[in-house]
Structures are given as structure tokens and as C-alpha cells.
């Protein structure tokens, strides 16, 4: 079992061809609802652990969780409203947001006393990392499954609008450091926090996987770096395009067996770039098509590569 802890939201989507004032379609997303959306389309045994809204908006997140084979018996629900995030896609289709969440639902989640049976790795990440009262919460559970021996995965996302201090910011992405099995980042991540890998690799990650855009992704262990290209598609926009790269990892190192610290460390190039180009081919699916919208398992099966989970 593969438990995502996190925010769910809902994205509003400029349509196409339509200009700054664009109408906005709402789609599901938040990049941990996201990447357990993908887990559960790409047939890993999943959890969704957050707090979602009683309104419509939490109904349909709920809605797209169960259709995805997501686990949401542990999810908890409240009467706030959903939080939303308002897109802008760039010429090359990246996106920027504004976020409406306060007073939202997400924000009220508390740490479970115990994570559901067979929990092998919990994915953190995003908003739910920034926002508190939730954020502290988000932080407690990370550091005591990682006490636990449970593979942790984090996954800053870092949205520079919702953090008003960022050095301190900074200060307490460090603090976890030392409880991360395995840390994603954007090169945009990179650049905000202005850290070099190498050094999160000594305070504690077994590996440190960068997602370059259109020059590829990369993964820096102990024992080196290695890294693949993406592969070329047309792309709609890059909604989602990261928490696939998350489940995408997460998927393929539990085919590999290698959901720990110690297997991690002791996976070679090869795997290495068996993950990676899984990862790359997942998330070039995802680009493909308007809003977060990950692969399922049989996208990928044509290619040989949709592994066990």
C-alpha cells in the first residue's frame, strides 16, 4: 500500500484560444490528490489521506479518488469550502496559480493516530506542506512514519504566492530532510530554494530525483547521477505533469522492490533508468491532454513498461 498525504482541489482551467480573460473550466487536482490519482490508475494499491469539503466540489474529488481505485476510507470530511486554484498556461503551456484557500477544508486536517495496514511509503508534498494548521500536522506524520522505517516521499512543489516567509520556508524543508527516503524536485524548485542536491543527499535522502522540463529528468544517488531524456509529444499543457512523475517513481521502485532507504541506495544505473524513463513516459501522457489527467496502466502496457505494482 502506497498512502498520498495532502491537499485536494480543485483547478480552474483556462480554455484555450480564448486570452487572459479565458473561461475556466474546473477540474480535479492539487498535486498530491493528483499523484494518488495516478498510483490508482496505474494499479498500485492506494490511500488518499486529507481533509476534504461536504460541498459539491469535495463530492467530485471523492468521486474521481474512488474511480481511480484510491483507498478513501481515511479521508475526513468538513463543512469549509473546497480550496481553488486559479491557472494561467504560459505559450509553452506551464502553469502559474493563484489559490483561494482560506478557510478551506484541506487546512483543518490532523495526523491519523496510525497509518492503514500494509503501508509500505507515504507521499508528502505542496500546499498541505505550507498551509497550517494542516502543514504542522502534514510535518508530524512524515517525521513518525519515517521513525516508523516507512518510506517517505517528498515532493516540495513549491508555489512561491502561498509561502510569506520564504527563508523560513527554506529553514523547514531542510528539518525534513533528514526523515525524506526519496525527494523530487522541479528545476524551479531548485532554483527558488537555491540548494545544491548534493548537500540533501547527506542530510538524509537516499535519492534526489530533478525534473528538468524539456531536457529531461535526473536522479543523484550516493553513487552518481543518472538521467534520461523526455519523451517528444505535443503538449496541452504541464498540469499534473509533476505528481505523475511522483506516482510514476513510486510505482515503478515498488516493481523493483526498492520502497526503502536501503534499497534505494543499492539500486543500480540500469533500474535507475528503467525508473526514470517510466517516469518520463508517464508524465509525457499526462502533458498530452488538457488539465491533470495521468495515464492508466494499459496506456503504457503497448510500451512494455507497466510494471507490477
Keep these: 500500500m502506497i498512502v498520498v498525504a495532502g491537499e485536494a482541489l480543485i483547478d480552474l482551467v483556462p480554455q484555450p484560444g480564448h486570452g487572459p480573460l479565458a473561461p475556466l473550466t474546473p477540474k480535479r487536482g492539487g498535486g498530491p490528490y493528483n499523484t494518488a490519482v495516478a498510483l490508482g490508475r496505474l494499479g498500485a494499491p492506494t490511500a488518499f489521506l486529507s481533509r476534504i469539503s461536504h460541498d459539491t466540489y469535495g463530492e467530485e474529488l471523492l468521486a474521481g479518488l474512488r474511480a481511480a481505485g484510491v483507498d478513501v476510507a481515511h479521508v475526513r470530511r468538513g463543512p469549509e469550502p473546497t480550496s481553488l486554484a486559479a491557472a494561467v498556461l504560459g505559450p509553452d503551456g506551464s502553469a502559474r496559480y493563484t489559490f483561494y484557500v482560506e478557510g478551506t477544508a484541506d487546512r483543518l486536517f490532523t495526523a491519523p493516530a496510525e497509518l492503514p495496514d500494509g503501508t509500505r511509503a507515504v507521499s508528502f508534498g505542496t500546499c498541505s506542506l505550507v498551509l497550517e494548521p494542516g502543514a504542522s500536522a502534514y510535518e508530524e506524520l512524515l517525521h513518525r512514519a519515517h521513525a516508523r ?69 535526473s536522479v543523484l544517488t550516493r553513487a552518481g547521477e543518472v538521467s534520461v ?18 506516482a510514476a517513481l513510486l510505482h515503478r521502485l515498488s516493481a523493483h522492490d526498492a520502497l526503502d532507504g536501503a534499497a534505494l541506495a543499492a539500486l543500480g544505473e540500469e533500474r535507475w533508468r528503467d525508473v526514470l524513463d517510466f517516469a518520463a513516459r508517464a508524465a ?9 489527467e495521468p495515464p492508466y496502466a494499459h496506456e503504457l502496457a503497448g510500451q512494455g513498461l507497466s510494471g507490477r505494482s
Aim: net charge negative; hydrophobic share 40%; charged share 20%.
Design 284 to 292: 509525457a501522457v499526462t502533458v498530452s491532454r488538457a488539465g491533470a
Design 149 to 217: 522505517g516507512i518510506c517517505t516521499a517528498l515532493d516540495p512543489n513549491i508555489r512561491p504566492g502561498l509561502i510569506p516567509d520564504p527563508d523560513a520556508y527554506r529553514a523547514r524543508m531542510r528539518s525534513w530532510l533528514p526523515s525524506t527516503t526519496l525527494l523530487k524536485v522541479s528545476q524551479e524548485d531548485l532554483e527558488w530554494l537555491g540548494d545544491d542536491p548534493g548537500a540533501w543527499l547527506k542530510a538524509g535522502p537516499a535519492a534526489v530525483v530533478v525534473t528538468r522540463g524539456g531536457d529531461g529528468l
Design 229 to 246: 531524456p523526455v519523451v517528444p509529444v505535443r503538449v496541452a499543457d504541464t498540469i499534473g505533469a509533476g505528481d505523475t512523475v511522483n
